[in-house]
């Protein structure tokens, strides 16, 4: 018969788990083995030791299992954050988890990891939006504060109300028309001859340099542009007076983008307008060409919209957490290139009219391992064959396997992304609906204690 002493009793919630002090003492590190040894226990004249927990008594067949067979297995409906904290409780290290188990520790790591990940994502927009702003706003109570900040959530949120929505949709399709005027401007229809060409040496025989120095866009598509950019330029500035947070605001790199777009082309204007001839002055043609490079930028215009969209944003933060993968697929790609650069190049080598450099063989190798393929340069000996096969071959592995990981993380970016928008909405429901509960309640006050005044005016009335 074992003796009642060599027994110790756990007790959780009322259940009631009876084990041997032995298997206890096996593992002096973990809570329990700790306070047998420290003597913090609870005795009832000659029968077990006793021990009392607030814990969750299912998860602690888990816990007594360990003791046992001396490895930690959980039940797959168990939560891993719940995991987690009944093992950093019991102070049982993570060690002694087997692999079937250890895999949904490591999702749950993870999926903290991409939720930490979005939170501070969202967070940043909200103070980008001006929730930050608006609380700043509030605290100055007047018509002019109220005015700004309807006007900033009017530019930057277009959830905000229905006529930011209509001017988010107004803004993409001016920024796409800048776009294409750009594109319209090296079309030979959309020009015609130039009022002061600008003076060619007689060798010079490339039809791009002869279009733009003997022709004009055509004056409509000009005004167009002059219009947009008054419109990108009265949006910019008030966005300036407006803003919330100025040092925020400048920091961002999209104002420094706007700024790059409106600024040169009215210094382009200004010297037009003083000087006609300034696109022909030899001196000031590279402030011009200078100028219409500037342009460019306009595309990232479109950026500023990207940020309302949670799939463009779950594509960045994608991105981002592959970022490993993406250096892996860079790596293989340099080895890969490399080595079949050196390989046809000597492959190659009695050809005088493919492959006369090593650069040009890299150039090859990267066409080919990105099954591209331009064909300015291919092999045309036989062991030039085989080299380029197991090029492509190569290519098409070190592209594939990086991909699946990065889908794979999107996917989960994305899934926590919208079950995260989701708490959040719930959460904005819950304390919409507790703040109209309180003004209801508050109201109801009100008007219980203003019918209990008149109701005491009324008897002194009748006592007087």
């Given at each position: 018969m074992v003796d009642n002493r060599d027994r110790v009793k756990i007790i959780l919630r009322g259940e009631i788990f009876i084990t041997s002090r032995k298997l206890i003492q096996a593992h002096p590190s973990t809570t329990l083995g700790k306070l047998l040894n420290d003597g913090d226990q609870t005795t009832n004249n000659d029968g077990p030791q006793e021990f009392y927990f607030d814990r969750n008594p299912i998860?602690?067949?888990?816990?007594?299992?360990?003791?046992?067979?001396?490895?930690?297995?959980?039940?797959?409906?168990?939560?891993?954050?719940?995991?987690?904290?009944?093992?950093?409780?019991?102070?049982?290290?993570?060690?002694?988890?087997?692999?079937?188990?250890?895999?949904?520790?490591?999702?749950?790591?993870?999926?903290?990891?991409?939720?930490?990940?979005?939170?501070?994502?969202?967070?940043?927009?909200?103070?980008?939006?001006?929730?930050?702003?608006?609380?700043?706003?509030?605290?100055?109570?007047?018509?002019?504060?109220?005015?700004?900040?309807?006007?900033?959530?009017?530019?930057?949120?277009?959830?905000?109300?229905?006529?930011?929505?209509?001017?988010?949709?107004?803004?993409?399709?001016?920024?796409?028309?800048?776009?294409?005027?750009?594109?319209?401007?090296?079309?030979?229809?959309?020009?015609?001859?130039?009022?002061?060409?600008?003076?060619?040496?007689?060798?010079?025989?490339?039809?791009?340099?002869?279009?733009?120095?003997?022709?004009?866009?055509?004056?409509?598509?000009?005004?167009?542009?002059?219009?947009?950019?008054?419109?990108?330029?009265?949006?910019?500035?008030?966005?300036?007076?407006?803003?919330?947070?100025?040092?925020?605001?400048?920091k961002s790199v999209l104002t420094w983008n706007d700024f790059i777009c409106v600024i040169p082309m009215w210094i382009a204007y200004v010297f037009l307008y003083v000087m006609p001839t300034f696109k022909t002055n030899e001196t000031l043609v590279w402030v011009f060409t200078a100028i219409a490079l500037t342009r460019v930028f306009r595309v990232f215009r479109i950026l500023k919209l990207a940020r309302h969209y949670v799939g463009l944003q779950v594509l960045y933060l994608a991105i981002k957490a592959s970022f490993k993968e993406l250096i892996l697929l860079v790596v293989f790609l340099c080895i890969g290139m490399v080595v079949f650069s050196v390989l046809i190049y000597y492959a190659e080598y009695e050809q005088s009219d493919h492959f006369q450099t090593i650069p040009m063989g890299i150039w090859w190798s990267i066409v080919t391992m990105t099954t591209v393929g331009y064909g300015d340069e291919h092999p045309t000996q036989p062991i030039g064959y085989v080299i380029g096969g197991a090029c492509a071959m190569c290519g098409i592995i070190a592209t594939a396997l990086p991909i699946p990981i990065i889908a794979r993380n999107f996917n989960q970016y994305y899934l926590c992304a919208q079950m995260r928008l989701r708490q959040r909405k719930v959460t904005l429901n819950s304390s919409v609906s507790s703040l109209t509960a309180t003004q209801t309640h508050a109201q109801m006050s009100g008007y219980d204690n203003k019918i209990f005044q008149k109701e005491e005016l009324g008897t002194k009335d009748v006592l007087n």
């Open positions: 998860l602690f067949h888990s816990i007594l299992d360990f003791y046992t067979a001396g490895s930690l297995h959980f039940p797959s409906f168990i939560c891993a954050a719940k995991i987690k904290n009944e093992i950093e409780f019991w102070d049982i290290h993570e060690k002694n988890i087997p692999g079937c188990c250890w895999k949904k520790l490591a999702i749950q790591e993870t999926d903290e990891i991409i939720f930490r990940n979005i939170d501070n994502t969202f967070d940043w927009l909200e103070r980008w939006y001006g929730m930050t702003g608006v609380k700043k706003y509030k605290q100055h109570i007047g018509c002019f504060s109220k005015l700004k900040q309807n006007i900033w959530l009017f530019f930057e949120d277009p959830k905000s109300s229905k006529a930011a929505k209509i001017w988010s949709v107004l803004f993409l399709l001016m920024s796409i028309c800048s776009i294409t005027v750009i594109c319209l401007e090296s079309v030979p229809a959309c020009r015609i001859p130039a009022t002061n060409p600008i003076p060619l040496d007689a060798n010079v025989t490339n039809p791009k340099q002869i279009m733009y120095a003997t022709t004009d866009v055509y004056p409509s598509i000009e005004y167009f542009d002059l219009v947009l950019n008054c419109i990108f330029t009265v949006e910019l500035m008030l966005r300036i007076v407006v803003s919330p947070n100025k040092k925020l605001f400048m």
